[in-house]
């Protein structure tokens, strides 16, 4: 098992952009697939982003394709989100995820980080 921990979120206006941080503790990091999901009031977690052990995989929900990037530094044990083009529809509780196995699905992840607030203002 690792634990996680989220950083960076906060509150932007319509447009602007934030980058979310997530450390990872443990020596397994560079093993497992990172994910990002997201949670807004009253809704589901919802699946945001995907990337595999070394980084040369990345997979999106359609709503943030071109605007959010995922990227990891396993030397930081470290993996994050760039989020662009922030819109209020993205507002939401982030969390990182770690899994043994690539999935959109967070009953896949083993591994959850306390979660970090974005709100974006219109």
């Known amino acids: 098992q690792v634990q996680l921990s989220e950083s960076g979120g906060g509150q932007v206006q319509a447009g602007g952009s934030l980058r979310l941080s997530c450390a990872v503790s443990?020596?397994?990091?560079?093993?497992?697939?990172m994910a990002w999901f997201r949670q807004a009031p009253g809704k589901e977690r919802e699946f945001v982003a995907v990337?595999?052990?070394?980084?040369?995989?990345?997979d999106y929900t359609e709503s943030v394709k071109g605007r959010f990037t995922i990227a990891r530094d396993n030397a930081k044990n470290t993996v994050y989100l760039q989020m662009n083009s922030l819109k209020p529809e993205d507002t939401a509780v982030y969390y990182c995820?770690?899994?043994?196995?690539?999935?959109?699905?967070?009953?896949?992840?083993?591994?959850w980080g306390q979660g970090t607030q974005v709100t974006v203002s219109s």
């Open positions: 995820a770690a899994g043994p196995v690539i999935s959109q699905s967070f009953s896949t992840y083993h591994s």
């Open positions: 443990g020596r397994t990091f560079s093993t497992y697939p």
């Open positions: 990337i595999n052990w070394n980084g040369d995989y990345t």
